[in-house]
């Protein structure tokens, strides 16, 4: 639930980090050695080394620094390309996005002594004089590129942040991807919730993959995403949700589905249940849901159109040659997606 401080980065400079990987790409083992290849003392070796660990661009085998692929990768990448592998690794760290959450539940931004509060309650084994220093670093990151912004001494995220990474990806189903006020009681209700439905989510990760690899739901997961990236609003997802966006204070569920004239009824079906239940699991009860299909439905169950809005309350949209289509009920109520 809470973060070990040992994943909590305390290197400020985030061009150091990179020349961190950078000395290990050239021999440097130990942080001594790192070090003194970045004009650092050694306490600031083991910090640098442990941040570009935290970030996936080397590991430690042995107490030896080792390069990764993505380490490798970083280091072969233009000046423009590596700011974005820096984006999409720091946003794949778990409290980068604990953070950016956070900052999403105040549309006045969040003062750097809520940050602090913030990172105390989520975390463990940092104290109280420590936590300053390391919220000024997870917020230089993020400065740094361009992910958040500061004025009157408040924090926002950037729109910038949709340039860098299109979807926010959260790699636990356990993590609140829209809490509304970052307390430690709403990651815990979730993180429960997902314990006991473990064996369901299993089968829903699975269906999750065959879904995401057909080209139909890359296209209407892109197509929708785009649309909410457009209006300055962050598209986020997990292994089981496709999308999902706070849009002006209003949270809203996707489920993707492909469907054809002989499975549209099954796959309609199965929509329901999943964001009936992802909505569950994800303890927002008022998101509004919505469910984006391939093509309008077929004749023979058009009825389920008025079925989905008026009795289930999820709207539908469809995909239609790039353009997106609804009642216009849904597109008064979905106006950021037009």
């Given at each position: 639930?809470?973060?070990?401080?040992?994943?909590?980065?305390?290197?400020?400079?985030?061009?150091?980090?990179?020349?961190?990987?950078?000395?290990?790409?050239?021999?440097?083992?130990?942080?001594?050695?790192?070090?003194?290849?970045?004009?650092?003392?050694?306490?600031?070796?083991?910090?640098?080394?442990?941040?570009?660990?935290?970030?996936?661009?080397?590991?430690?085998?042995?107490?030896?620094?080792?390069?990764?692929?993505?380490?490798?990768?970083?280091?072969?990448?233009?000046?423009?390309?590596?700011?974005?592998?820096?984006?999409?690794?720091?946003?794949?760290?778990?409290?980068?996005?604990?953070?950016?959450?956070?900052?999403?539940?105040?549309?006045?931004?969040?003062?750097?002594?809520?940050?602090?509060?913030?990172?105390?309650?989520?975390?463990?084994?940092?104290?109280?004089?420590?936590?300053?220093?390391?919220?000024s670093t997870l917020v230089a990151w993020l400065k740094f590129l361009?992910?958040?912004?500061?004025?009157?001494?408040?924090?926002?995220?950037?729109?910038?942040?949709?340039?860098?990474?299109?979807?926010?990806?959260?790699?636990?189903?356990?993590?609140?991807?829209?809490?509304?006020?970052?307390?430690?009681?709403?990651?815990?209700?979730?993180?429960?919730?997902?314990?006991?439905?473990?064996?369901?989510?299993?089968?829903?990760?699975?269906?999750?993959?065959?879904?995401?690899?057909?080209?139909?739901?890359?296209?209407?997961?892109?197509?929708?995403?785009?649309?909410?990236?457009?209006?300055?609003?962050?598209?986020?997802?997990?292994?089981?949700?496709?999308?999902?966006?706070?849009?002006?204070?209003?949270?809203?569920?996707?489920?993707?589905?492909?469907?054809?004239?002989e499975n549209a009824r099954s796959q309609i079906r199965k929509g329901?249940?999943?964001?009936?239940?992802?909505?569950?699991?994800?303890?927002?009860?008022?998101?509004?849901?919505?469910?984006?299909?391939?093509?309008?439905?077929?004749?023979?169950?058009?009825?389920?159109?008025?079925?989905?809005?008026?009795?289930?309350?999820?709207?539908?949209?469809?995909?239609?040659?790039?353009?997106?289509?609804?009642?216009?009920?849904?597109?008064?109520?979905?106006?950021?997606?037009?």
């Amino acid at each position: 639930m809470k973060i070990h401080s040992n994943d909590i980065p305390q290197a400020d400079v985030l061009e150091d980090v990179v020349k961190t990987v950078m000395a290990v790409s050239e021999g440097a083992k130990t942080f001594q050695e790192i070090s003194q290849r970045i004009g650092k003392v050694d306490r600031q070796g083991r910090y640098y080394r442990r941040a570009a660990e935290i970030l996936g661009f080397i590991r430690n085998e042995g107490n030896q620094s080792v390069l990764t692929e993505s380490g490798k990768k970083l280091l072969q990448s233009s000046e423009n390309l590596r700011s974005s592998i820096l984006a999409r690794s720091i946003l794949n760290v778990r409290i980068f996005q604990r953070l950016i959450a956070f900052l999403e539940t105040s549309e006045e931004g969040v003062t750097k002594d809520n940050l602090v509060e913030y990172l105390g309650s989520v975390t463990e084994e940092i104290g109280e004089s420590m936590l300053p220093r390391r919220t000024s670093t997870l917020v230089a990151w993020l400065k740094f590129l361009g992910i958040v912004s500061e004025s009157d001494q408040k924090v926002f995220v950037s729109s910038n942040i949709n340039e860098q990474v299109p979807i926010l990806d959260f790699n636990n189903v356990d993590e609140p991807i829209l809490p509304r006020s970052g307390s430690l009681s709403e990651y815990q209700i979730v993180e429960e919730r997902s314990n006991k439905a473990r064996d369901s989510i299993l089968i829903y990760k699975d269906q999750a993959k065959l879904d995401r690899s057909d080209n139909a739901h890359i296209h209407l997961v892109n197509l929708v995403a785009n649309r909410i990236s457009n209006k300055g609003h962050l598209p986020k997802s997990n292994q089981l949700i496709d999308l999902a966006a706070r849009v002006e204070q209003n949270d809203y569920i996707f489920e993707m589905k492909s469907i054809t004239e002989e499975n549209a009824r099954s796959q309609i079906r199965k929509g329901v249940s999943q964001l009936y239940e992802y909505r569950y699991l994800q303890n927002v009860p008022n998101a509004k849901l919505v469910l984006a299909i391939e093509v309008q439905l077929p004749v023979k169950i058009e009825w389920m159109h008025d079925y989905l809005e008026s009795d289930r309350e999820i709207m539908l949209v469809w995909d239609g040659d790039e353009s997106i289509y609804s009642s216009p009920k849904t597109k008064s109520a979905l106006s950021f997606l037009w």
